[in-house]
């Protein structure tokens, strides 16, 4: 059976991002920004919807958006089911 897409709540998906150095910047309204730093001085930046449980595509595009900056390989354990 294909690994399928985690049911999450915002606070895990921020728990899962902070574990990779991510930080909330600001909140406005119901999503938050989230922030790090590269050592070459490079910033990346995600927006994460502060709903209590996020729709599957929301998580998905969360992961598709956070691939740009973390390796699929180490995300895919928090956002998929094994």
Same mark, same amino acid.
């Given at each position: 059976?294909?690994p399928?897409?985690?049911?999450l !709540?915002?606070r895990?998906?921020?728990g899962? $991002?902070?574990?990779?150095?991510?930080? #909330?910047? &600001?909140?406005?309204?119901? =999503? /938050?920004?989230?922030?790090?730093? !590269?050592?070459?001085?490079?910033?990346?930046? $995600?927006?994460?919807?502060?709903?209590? #449980?996020l &729709?599957?595509?929301t998580v =998905? /595009?969360?992961?598709?958006?956070?691939?740009?900056?973390?390796?699929?390989?180490?995300l895919?354990?928090?956002?998929?089911?094994?």
């Amino acid at each position: 059976m294909p690994p399928r897409i985690r049911s999450l !709540t915002a606070r895990q998906v921020l728990g899962a $991002l902070r574990s990779f150095g991510f930080e #909330v910047a &600001s909140v406005r309204g119901s =999503h /938050a920004k989230l922030r790090r730093s !590269t050592p070459a001085g490079e910033t990346q930046v $995600l927006t994460v919807p502060l709903h209590r #449980v996020l &729709s599957r595509g929301t998580v =998905h /595009a969360i992961f598709r958006q956070a691939c740009r900056f973390v390796p699929e390989d180490e995300l895919r354990t928090h956002f998929f089911t094994e």
